[in-house]
């Protein structure tokens, strides 16, 4: 059962924006921390950004004044809003709980900033 499912990725030219959706299928959405990780070729995968389910955020330096995080619980969706993106923004962009114990790894979806 998928129980997240990102999407918005694409190809973007520096300087450009995307905003990621992630669609979670989770029972008591509205209570989970969620948050955005990024996996580029031959890095590590990487949280850049969280949200409580009181809206406390917090953001990786990297991504700090450029990515803003924001959640609708009615929609059980988080969301990423990606601007001045960068080639070194480029990766595979996941949704999941900042936990130990996490759901199960969505597909993800593909970020290029590329000119």
């Known amino acids: 059962q998928v129980q997240l499912e990102e999407s918005g990725g694409g190809l973007v030219q520096p300087g450009g924006s995307l905003r990621l959706s992630c669609a979670a299928s989770i029972i008591d959405f509205s209570i989970k921390t969620m948050g955005w990780y990024r996996q580029a070729p031959g890095k590590e995968r990487e949280l850049v950004a969280s949200?409580?389910?009181?809206?406390?955020?917090g953001y990786a330096d990297s991504v700090k004044g450029r990515f803003t995080i924001s959640r609708d619980n009615s929609k059980k969706t988080v969301y990423l809003q990606m601007n001045s993106l960068k080639p070194e923004d480029t990766a595979i962009y996941y949704c999941?709980?900042?936990?130990?114990?996490?759901?199960?790894w969505g597909q993800g979806t593909q970020v290029t900033v590329s000119s």
């Open positions: 949200i409580s389910s009181s809206g406390r955020i």
């Open positions: 999941n709980a900042p936990v130990k114990n996490q759901y199960s």
